[in-house]
């Protein structure tokens, strides 16, 4: 069965620095997401990609993050300049075009990364 | 603005009893999804069970039942013969049309099941 990929599923940085991460969405998929959840909290969303660009974001997606597809497979979330409360998990999750099945509005969500800012 | 209330922040259930886990939302939409999510300790999110607003019966899938009541606004899901590897958070979700919008989390239930 296809599934969401992840990487790194930890990583470990020091406040300041740039970190970048990666995803690969399920290949026939056209939404793409980015959710994180800090420690012992619910999943909150930060933003959403259709067509090479952004279609939503939340007030979280602030000028410290952005998003790419550099390619015809990977997803990636950038970081430019991390601070301690960016430590959380972060998950990518795709979804096919809606109405192509009955569950269209599910969200595949990958193991998700673990990111951890010193 | 949507909102998912999750009231239980932990449930207890004995092994192959049923339970229910609670979830209620708000939304000014007449077309929605609602979802429910397992998060095991292990950390990643397991899709379970989908109900849309317009399905006029109440969605299964093997042990998942969702207990969906459109006028009091719940979408509770009941777990039947409850296993020991059932024991995780479980969130309740939803999204709004057209398309595929962004999930609006609950903030979750802790269910551990006992021996």
């Known amino acids: 069965e296809p599934e969401v990929t992840q990487t790194p599923s930890h990583q470990v940085t020091q406040m300041g620095q740039e970190v970048i991460l990666r995803c690969v969405p399920i290949?026939?998929?056209?939404?793409f997401y980015w959710y994180r959840q800090i420690l012992g909290q619910k999943v909150e969303f930060l933003v959403s990609?259709?067509?090479?660009?952004?279609?939503?974001k939340s007030e979280i997606f602030d000028d410290q993050f952005s998003v790419e597809r550099p390619d015809g497979s990977n997803f990636t979330l950038k970081i430019r300049s991390t601070k301690l409360e960016d430590s959380a998990m972060y998950f990518c999750?795709?979804?096919?075009?809606?109405?192509?099945?009955?569950?269209?509005?599910?969200?595949?969500f990958g193991p998700g990364t673990r990111l951890t800012v010193t | 603005a949507q909102k998912i209330t999750q009231t239980q922040p932990g449930m207890f259930v004995q092994e192959k009893e049923a339970v229910t886990l609670d979830c209620t939302y708000d939304t000014s939409d007449q077309s929605y999804g609602l979802f429910w999510y397992k998060q095991p300790s292990s950390g990643e999110m397991i899709f379970l069970i989908y109900q849309g607003s317009y399905d006029e019966q109440n969605a299964t899938e093997g042990r998942y039942s969702l207990n969906f009541q459109k006028a009091r606004k719940s979408a509770n899901l009941v777990i039947s013969a409850s296993q020991l590897g059932d024991s995780a958070m479980y969130f309740c979700a939803m999204s709004t049309n057209p398309g595929n919008t962004p999930l609006v989390f609950g903030k979750g239930t802790r269910l551990s099941v006992i021996a």
């Open positions: 999750a795709s979804s096919p075009l809606a109405g192509e099945h009955s569950n269209s509005y599910e969200q595949y």
């Open positions: 290949s026939n998929h056209l939404y």
């Open positions: 990609f259709y067509n090479n660009e952004i279609s939503e």
